[in-house]
């Protein structure tokens, strides 16, 4: 078997483990059982680069250690229960049905472990844009559904995608909930043209909101899964602006996860195809911080300064539910994380300055994110004082918010900090321990 088309050689490289870190994680895991285990990279290369399989025991410690449930590892066998790739599903009915009953049958919630492969997420998004002019010839059969049980899900959905974006951990189950509800309405396959295309919207809007309550808890397989299915049903619905926002979002994510390259090129196919001016901001901003990451200064000032542009031409009657939080706060703060990556802190910090300040308050997230931005930019101007003040007011936001990914992403700056000194940072320290044990 070649070595590079090995799922598990797959997923070491997403996770950046060498064959000795996965040998030491799975040889910790053996002792948190209670066992002994000689597992060391010379055994994961011979699982990796022949057909040897892997032992009951060491395939339950591999599993332990992606968060794989063992019935998925009984059902499955080596090595298909590893699922590193996948295919995406086609633009038709049939396939948005079935990539939006993946996100009801699939449980895996695997923390940081991506289902669709760097070529498989971009091909998602060239089909989409390939696809999404012409119209489906195919009608959607059956009789109607009940009206009026329709229009209560639509004004759930607008409701509930209020609510995700507070500090309201319940929203998550009833927008699972509501979702499970309009996927298996789409399933069933009974209603005209009309009501198909408000399923399918409610469904969209629906996991769009699930996605990035995932995300937010570092469940990233989860998260792709509800991204991709807001994009086939908002493909089904004629939304073209929330396909290509749910495209963006996977693009986020790749940024996030040290993967710029791949965002580029989703959002190039995702911007083809809106409608919205201030869609078009949003998907600008995220353009500007994968360049940025690239180092690459001017296409990072490009894309600024046309999600600027496209913003100002943006009218609140005509900007769609999905983005309509989008404001120069966003621009602002992402702009000045972009400088910060360019090695520009003292713009940075009037940027990200800037952002807070025109921030709505509701969006607790958010402000835990961009004050980690402020800090870690205190750092770079060697205003430790500063960095501590932010730092901590970020730590409080991001917990109280509960997101995993904002906690995670604070926690990491104050970790870097470890070798200061002065007492702000200090007290810093000591406060986020209390804080992360409580």
């Known amino acids: 078997m070649d070595l590079d088309r090995h799922p598990l050689a797959h997923l070491r490289r997403l996770h950046h483990w060498s064959m000795s870190d996965l040998a030491r994680l799975l040889r910790d895991q053996a002792r948190r059982r209670g066992l002994r285990s000689g597992i060391d990279r010379n055994r994961i290369w011979l699982w990796e680069a022949t057909s040897t399989t892997p032992s009951e025991e060491s395939q339950s410690l591999l599993a332990d250690v992606l968060d794989v449930p063992a019935a998925t590892v009984e059902q499955l066998g080596w090595p298909d229960w590893l699922r590193a790739f996948e295919q995406p599903a086609p633009f038709s009915p049939s396939g948005s049905r079935a990539a939006l009953r993946e996100v009801q049958i699939t449980r895996m919630d695997r923390r940081s472990f991506l289902v669709l492969s760097s070529s498989t997420l971009i091909e998602v998004a060239a089909d989409w844009a390939r696809i999404e002019?012409?119209?489906?010839?195919?009608?959607?059969?059956?009789?109607?559904?009940?009206?009026?049980?329709?229009?209560?899900?639509?004004?759930?959905?607008?409701?509930?995608r209020a609510l995700a974006a507070g500090p309201h951990p319940q929203v998550s189950g009833?927008?699972?909930a509501h979702l499970n509800t309009a996927i298996d309405l789409i399933t069933q396959d009974r209603y005209t043209a009309a009501a198909g295309r408000r399923l399918h919207s409610v469904a969209a809007d629906?996991?769009?909101?699930?996605?990035?309550l995932r995300f937010d808890a570092d469940r990233h397989a989860a998260a792709q899964r509800h991204w991709q299915a807001a994009v086939h049903a908002a493909h089904q619905a004629g939304d073209r602006d929330l396909a290509a926002v749910a495209l963006s979002d996977l693009a986020y994510q790749a940024t996030w996860l040290s993967r710029p390259a791949d965002a580029i090129q989703v959002l190039e196919h995702a911007r083809s195809r809106?409608?919205?001016?201030?869609?078009?901001?949003?998907?600008?901003?995220?353009r500007a911080r994968a360049c940025a990451v690239l180092q690459d200064h001017q296409a990072t000032q490009h894309a600024l300064t046309s999600a600027e542009t496209e913003l100002n031409r943006s009218c609140s009657r005509d900007t769609p539910p999905v983005v309509s939080w989008m404001s120069m706060a966003d621009v602002n703060a992402d702009a000045g994380r972009c400088w910060l990556d360019l090695g520009d802190p003292g713009r940075a910090d009037a940027a990200i300055g800037a952002g807070l300040d025109e921030l709505d308050p509701r969006r607790s997230r958010t402000k835990a994110v961009f004050l980690t931005y402020r800090a870690e930019g205190s750092l770079h101007n060697r205003d430790a004082a500063a960095a501590a003040a932010d730092a901590?007011?970020?730590?409080?936001?991001a917990l109280d918010s509960g997101a995993a990914r904002c906690v995670d992403l604070v926690s990491a700056l104050i970790s870097r900090m470890d070798n200061r000194t002065e007492q702000p940072v200090i007290e810093l320290r000591e406060y986020a321990r209390e804080r992360l044990v409580a």
């Open 133 to 160: 002019p012409r119209h489906l010839s195919q009608a959607l059969d059956g009789q109607s559904i009940d009206g009026e049980l329709l229009t209560w899900l639509e004004q759930r959905s607008g409701e509930l």
């Open 174 to 176: 009833l927008i699972d």
């Open 206 to 212: 629906l996991a769009h909101c699930a996605a990035w």
């Open 274 to 286: 809106t409608r919205s001016p201030a869609a078009r901001s949003l998907l600008d901003v995220r």
């Open 392 to 397: 901590r007011f970020a730590l409080e936001t």
